[in-house]
């Protein structure tokens, strides 16, 4: 009787996978087969498949881990309407608030703007994708009516919340929000006999409402057969992050990824186009793309903490990146670490802290340790991924380009024009905008260092031109200026660059505060230059308060000059001519060596790496 049941068994998982495979050119008669055959499938496992349950509850047993359940073949509840699961509602174990206080969220159900027989549309994301910081907060500004009785102890959330067809646990994110993991055990292969893989349901979805929680369960289940039909469940340990959403004609999108923990890497059962995960890296090779993969991995962890174990493996690994970046930035100018020395002084001193903890073997890790592990191992997987770790043409040094391309200044036309007027200042700033900002991307500690330059700068400038505004507002006070129109004309244009060199430090101090943000400073920097001559024209910008004020200066120094040599007494004209020539001299000087050190092609700091043996 039990090997005839197998057979039958494998007779309808047959069936089932041909009708999940024709279900792409008949959506809905296919959709109605393939129900009534997971239906039978799933009762006939939970009939047969005992002893594969036992083995399974036994392995849990012996790791000490949670006790998790078969999952069956999920109902569509597209039929009705998303109608509430007939199973048995909600079940909440533990101390539950009153229904009337329990949310005090706006409760809007995605699926009520859905016709009635329309299931959701399965499409790739990304851990980057997941909208829990970009959402619109959903709790109402209300008084609550809430009556405490007496002797109450418990205030708890629920740990658990049964909804029928997957059992959700509560989870606390250490950032504070709320989202929901659900363990499950499928097989490996379509014919249910052999290797079980264990798999963890990942969402942010309010899966307290049952609607929301059947449409869930149906994706998922769609999911796990399109990845045993197609072989993707090959490591035991695989998690599944899903995520409800409308898209702007309306239609529901349920958006999910795969997690191989063991592999660092995400995967999808659709093609997936990859361009988003590359930002503005050009370039990428098929064995390249790992590191924006495992980037894509540890934001996954970032977001999901709780099921993840911090091994002394990857411990020494984390270690090892810090204490690399910190030594290269103490002896490099041109580091290629995301942070600075202060900032990899403190990491290090978080990961040394939790190698006592790491270690011990009756310690249990805490979520926050994950996320502070996750955090950092995101941050220099991505910088790693950036500067072409492990290619031939790896990137050396902030200011290196890994392209073939040649963007010196003498293509740079409209520099040339303004370094002119501009006392060569825009030249200045477009080889310091280089450095920053290498094949469109920004390495965080030395654009601080770059915009803690420019504020320095703007702010010394803004005294300069108060000082001068001052002194000329009292030159035109003297009464023989009254008698020097071309003086007093002259005073006037002074006094007009000096404001202006005022007003533009000021702005310019005030905008560059609010891109400390290394995401706001890339958003910056990839807007401006994506216009025409971007960058040129940001270092004129730059430039502008130290050349208006340059200009209030000689502006200035004409004024007095007139003065002094449209007197008639000789005397006058002999005395302060010889000094007037001696100022002249000492000016233009350092003016002249400054030009022929902008005319000179600038020094890599890759160069001088080599020289200097570093």
Not at 219 to 243: K, M, N, S, Y
């Amino acid at each position: 009787m039990y090997d005839a049941r197998r057979v039958f068994h494998k007779v309808l998982v047959m069936l089932r996978r041909m009708a999940i495979r024709f279900s792409r050119q008949f959506s809905y008669p296919c959709h109605i087969l393939q129900r009534i055959l997971s239906t039978w499938t799933s009762r006939l496992v939970r009939s047969s498949a005992s002893s594969p349950h036992e083995r399974c509850e036994q392995r849990g047993s012996e790791s000490n881990t949670s006790p998790v359940a078969i999952l069956p073949s999920l109902d569509y509840p597209f039929e009705s309407g998303y109608p509430v699961s007939q199973h048995s509602g909600h079940t909440r174990t533990g101390s539950s608030l009153p229904r009337d206080v329990e949310s005090n969220h706006v409760s809007v159900s995605i699926a009520t703007s859905l016709q009635d027989s329309t299931p959701p549309i399965l499409k790739p994301m990304t851990a980057s994708d997941v909208r829990r910081y970009s959402k619109k907060s959903q709790i109402q500004r209300t008084d609550t009516t809430f009556m405490i009785p007496a002797g109450r102890k418990d205030f708890s959330i629920p740990d658990k919340i049964d909804a029928g067809d997957l059992i959700w646990d509560c989870q606390i994110h250490p950032h504070g929000t709320l989202y929901f993991s659900s363990e499950q055990v499928t097989w490996r292969d379509p014919e249910m006999e052999t290797t079980m893989v264990q798999i963890t349901v990942f969402t942010d979805t309010d899966v307290r409402k049952q609607t929301n929680s059947d449409i869930i369960a149906s994706c998922v289940r769609t999911l796990l057969d399109q990845a045993q039909i197609a072989g993707h469940l090959e490591d035991t340990l695989t998690e599944l992050t899903v995520d409800l959403s409308t898209n702007t004609r309306g239609e529901l999108e349920c958006k999910y990824y795969f997690v191989a923990p063991d592999r660092r890497v995400l995967f999808w059962e659709d093609d997936f186009e990859a361009m988003h995960l590359f930002g503005e890296v050009k370039g990428v090779t098929n064995g390249h793309i790992r590191y924006a993969m495992e980037a894509e991995y540890w934001m996954h962890r970032e977001l999901y903490p709780n099921d993840c174990k911090i091994t002394p493996e990857l411990h020494r690994e984390l270690q090892a990146m810090i204490l690399h970046a910190y030594t290269d930035t103490i002896f490099s100018e041109a580091s290629l670490a995301p942070f600075d020395t202060d900032e990899l002084q403190r990491a290090l001193n978080i990961v040394d802290y939790l190698n006592g903890i790491v270690n011990k073997p009756d310690s249990t890790t805490n979520d926050q340790y994950i996320w502070a592990y996750a955090r950092l191992m995101r941050m220099f997987t991505r910088a790693r991924f950036s500067n072409f770790y492990g290619e031939i043409g790896a990137r050396l040094g902030t200011d290196h380009t890994v392209y073939a391309e040649d963007n010196y200044l003498d293509r740079r036309p409209i520099v040339k024009l303004f370094n002119l007027v501009l006392f060569g200042s825009p030249f200045s700033h477009v080889r310091k905008i280089d450095s920053v900002w290498v094949d469109q991307s920004v390495n965080r500690p030395r654009w601080k260092m770059f915009m803690n330059g420019l504020t320095s700068e703007w702010s010394g400038l803004a005294i300069y031109s108060t000082v001068m505004l001052a002194v000329d507002i009292s030159f035109l006070a003297v009464p023989a200026i009254g008698q020097r129109p071309s003086a007093q004309i002259a005073l006037y244009i002074s006094s007009l660059w000096s404001v202006a060199s005022l007003v533009v430090s000021a702005l310019l101090a005030q905008n560059g505060g609010q891109q400390d943000s290394i995401n706001r400073a890339t958003a910056f920097m990839t807007r401006m230059t994506r216009s025409l001559h971007g960058k040129e024209n940001l270092a004129i910008i730059f430039s502008l308060p130290y050349a208006l004020v340059i200009w209030g200066m000689i502006f200035f120094f004409l004024a007095l000059s007139l003065v002094i040599f449209l007197s008639a007494n000789v005397t006058t004209w002999c005395t302060v001519g010889p000094a007037w020539l001696l100022v002249i001299g000492f000016i233009g000087w350092p003016v002249w060596v400054a030009r022929g050190l902008q005319i000179g092609r600038p020094t890599s700091s890759l160069w001088i790496r080599r020289k200097l043996g570093t």
